[in-house]
Every structure is written in structure tokens, then in C-alpha cells.
């Protein structure tokens, strides 16, 4: 099956620094999303973007389908942003109903 | 809109009890998911629904789980009997579409299950 791997494992920030985390995919997707998962545990759908780039506020995210990754930005990092990030795809080898999610990037934004 | 809403937000519960965890999907979504986190085995797919019928549910671990969705707006998950190794972070989800097309997945906010 479709392998996900999110790189790095864990990142240590100081506040107001930018960070740029990499989900790789072994196969061609029509589906990807990224989430955060807030220390709360609650897990928050932040990006649909199965290719091209988007933005909403400090957060981007651009995916180049053809070279099979995924980044996700952050810029300007507050204390907010610590969390889990998961990246997760779905492709038609899979099931239409299963996204396959990464092992995730454990962030933690230091005051 | 509304999210979707998940209760109990937290359950403790003896080994042997039932367990049901309730789950009202996003207005509009024709597909619901039940998804179990833990520390060991991240997040997994247990099963999940198209317009009210269950699709897969190959990752239900035994024949203790059972899943319903009586109508459109609302689903249980059942444990019976429960045990200690159930104690996760049942999470269910809705998507307007398939992941085959352009369905994004919204989740709630998770029922934390404790199982002594």
C-alpha cells in the first residue's frame, strides 16, 4: 500500500521563528490534508490540497503532485501552533473511505 | 454550522461494562468515520458509513465493537463487553464526499475512554 512518511519527527521552536515541516508519499494521490492535532487532542482539518498551494493566515501549504510531497509553513510560530501535525492522503488504490495518515511532526513553539 | 459532536467527551467504566459512544455527523455529510487513537498504534479506521450504511469495517478489532447509523444525523459505537486494552480516544469524523474525490474530513472532538 501507499506509504506516508512526515519528516521531522520532532522540531523544537522559539517563538516567532518559521518552520517548514515535509510529508513524502510513495504513490500518486487525488487526496491529501493536513491536520493539527492541539495539545487538547483535538485534531482540526487545516488544509485541503491535493496539489498547488494555499493560505490561510500564517499557515501554507503547497503540494507537487508529480514529485510526490507535501509542505506545510509556518511562519511567525506562537505557543498555539504546539501540537501534532499529521499529514494523510487517499488514492484510488486504497479505499474511498480510508485516508492514510502519517506518523506526524510532534511541534513544540517555546515562549 | 455546527461541527461534529461527540459524547460523552470523557468515559470511565469497569471492565465487562457497556460502552456506547454517540456521534452526531456535520449537516449535509454523507459520510461518517469512527476512528480509535493511542499512543501505541496512532490513529486507526474502525469503520465507516456511506448515506447511512456501513461500507468497511474491517478495522473493527473484534466482534465487541459494533457501529450503527439509524438515520442521517446521528451514529453509535458499542463495546460490549469492554476491557482494560479498549482505553483510547474514539474520534468520529464526517466528509462531505468520498477521499476519492474531493471529501475533506472534519472531526469531533474525540470520546476519551477509560476502561479499568
Known amino acids: 500500500g501507499i506509504q506516508v512518511e512526515q519528516s521531522p519527527p520532532d522540531l523544537i521552536l522559539q517563538e516567532g521563528a518559521n518552520s517548514t515541516l515535509r510529508c513524502n508519499f510513495s504513490?500518486?494521490?487525488?487526496?491529501l490534508q493536513w491536520f493539527h492535532q492541539n495539545p487538547w487532542g483535538q485534531l482540526i482539518n487545516l488544509f485541503y490540497i491535493p496539489s498547488g498551494t494555499k493560505q490561510n493566515g500564517r499557515l501554507s501549504a503547497t503540494t507537487v503532485a508529480t514529485e510526490r510531497y507535501s509542505l506545510l509553513y509556518i511562519s511567525s510560530s506562537q505557543t498555539t501552533d504546539s501540537g501534532v501535525y499529521f499529514c494523510a492522503v487517499g488514492h484510488y488504490g486504497g479505499s474511498q473511505g480510508n485516508l492514510i495518515f502519517g506518523k506526524g511532526t510532534k511541534l513544540s513553539v517555546k515562549p | 454550522d455546527a461541527g461534529v459532536i461527540q459524547s460523552p467527551r470523557h468515559e470511565v467504566t469497569e471492565m465487562g461494562q457497556e460502552v456506547t459512544l454517540r456521534c452526531k455527523p456535520i449537516s449535509g455529510h454523507d459520510y461518517l468515520f469512527w476512528y480509535r487513537q493511542t499512543m501505541m498504534r496512532g490513529l486507526e479506521l474502525l469503520i465507516y458509513f456511506n448515506n447511512n450504511v456501513p461500507i468497511d469495517d474491517s478495522g473493527m478489532p473484534e466482534d465487541r465493537f459494533s457501529a450503527k447509523m439509524p438515520n442521517a444525523s446521528f451514529s453509535t459505537l458499542k463495546i460490549q463487553p469492554s476491557e482494560p486494552r479498549d482505553s483510547a480516544v474514539y474520534f468520529c469524523?464526517?466528509?462531505?464526499?468520498?477521499?476519492?474525490?474531493?471529501?475533506?474530513?472534519?472531526f469531533g472532538e474525540g470520546s476519551r475512554l477509560t476502561v479499568l
Open positions: 504513490d500518486s494521490v487525488n487526496n
Open positions: 469524523a464526517s466528509s462531505l464526499a468520498s477521499f476519492y474525490n474531493t471529501g475533506e474530513l472534519f
